[in-house]
């Protein structure tokens, strides 16, 4: 089976603080993503990478930063916490194949900002 | 740009039928996806269906395509307390990105 491990389940920083969410997917993907899921507006794109080094900016990256050294790892970095990044973050990879582009989600980060 | 919308909350009676129903926008998709989140938890693969196929049956689960209206449904057959859930609907275009919808929040009373 595809696992998807986020390193924390809840998370709770100050304002301002630099904030790194990491992932680790076992299964030798392409391509990783990152998401954040807020109530009534189901989750939304913030970066993605097909490949290592490589990342392209989603729906909303104003704010994060991401980083893709290893084709395993995909890190998620708030350089200054801000409260309207209180959310659930998800990270997820995939194949990017055919018929793969199906995508194995981790168990979520819930970060609050105070 | 490339769009799914779902309605937000669906309430049924255990061992009833559930249909959670979700339109997208782009005509180019390849697969169509149906995630479940139960609470606290990461998105689980349900199902999908290929676009050139109308209906997809998984034991309790029948995904139902319209191409034409640009329509996918997901039916639950038998729906039990622990089909409660948020369900996503979600499109890959051609670019291999996810397009969610909203989610659609459903509740089994027993």
């Known amino acids: 089976d595809v696992k998807v491990t986020q390193s924390s389940r809840y998370l709770v920083k100050r304002t301002g603080e630099k904030v790194f969410l990491e992932c680790v997917q076992d299964m030798d993907h392409e391509n990783m993503f990152w998401y954040r899921q807020d109530p009534g507006l189901g989750l939304r794109l913030i970066y993605f990478s097909y490949d290592v080094k490589m990342k392209e900016k989603g729906d909303i990256p104003e704010g994060y930063s991401v980083s893709r050294e290893k084709k395993e790892r995909f890190s998620l970095i708030l350089e200054s916490a801000s409260t309207n990044q209180t959310s659930m973050y998800l990270c997820a990879s995939s194949q990017g194949t055919g018929d793969s582009y199906r995508s194995y989600f981790g168990a979520g980060t819930r970060l609050s900002v105070l | 740009g490339e769009d799914v919308e779902q309605s937000l909350f669906l309430s049924v009676r255990e061992g009833d039928s559930s249909v959670i129903n979700c339109t997208y926008t782009?005509?180019?998709?390849?697969?169509l996806y149906w995630y479940k989140q139960e609470p606290g938890a990461g998105l689980q693969l349900l199902t999908y269906i290929f676009s050139n196929m109308d209906m997809k049956q998984d034991q309790r689960l029948t995904v139902l395509l319209n191409k034409k209206d640009k329509h996918l449904s997901l039916r639950i057959a038998d729906t039990q307390t622990g089909d409660s859930a948020i369900y996503f609907c979600a499109d890959s275009g051609n670019t291999g990105k996810l397009i969610f919808g909203q989610g659609t929040t459903l509740q089994v009373k027993p």
């Open positions: 782009d005509s180019s998709s390849t697969y």
